[in-house]
């Protein structure tokens, strides 16, 4: 009888993107918000580079502040700075999925840490 019923237990939901090292969410907002999405694409520039740019979708379970920055790496993993690198504040609705996009402020840029929290 024991083992029907382990049997039928469900496992608790998880978010696959939570858990990608692109991604830092503060406990403090975690369980007011989910990422369901994160897309990334590399534009092509005049000359032949390119710069990546991401593009993210956050969905609110309740009225939250936010705050959110992307810091920008190159391939050995130095940080790479950019114009306007600080927090950029957003608010969002209960039930409201926003989407926000940043592009890496130079083509030497492979990667990147998406940094969601609350305002300070």
């Not at 992307?70 to 950029?88: H, P, Q």
């Not at 969002?92 to 609350?118: D, I, M, W």
Request: glycine residues 6%; charged residues 20%.
């Amino acid at each position: 009888m024991v083992l029907i019923l382990t049997g039928c237990a469900s496992q608790p939901e998880t978010n696959p993107l939570v858990e990608r090292q692109e991604l830092k969410v503060d406990p403090e907002v975690m369980y007011v918000l989910t990422v369901t999405e994160i897309f990334e694409e590399r534009l092509a520039q005049p000359g032949g580079d390119s710069l990546l740019q991401i593009q993210f979708a956050v969905q609110a379970h309740t009225d939250t502040p936010l705050a959110w920055q992307v810091t920008w790496f190159d391939a050995s993993g130095m940080r790479i700075k950019g114009v306007g690198d600080g927090y950029r504040r957003q608010s969002l609705l209960t039930g409201q999925t926003r989407y926000f996009k940043a592009t890496a402020p130079h083509s030497r840029v492979t990667s990147y840490q998406l940094h969601l929290r609350e305002p300070q």
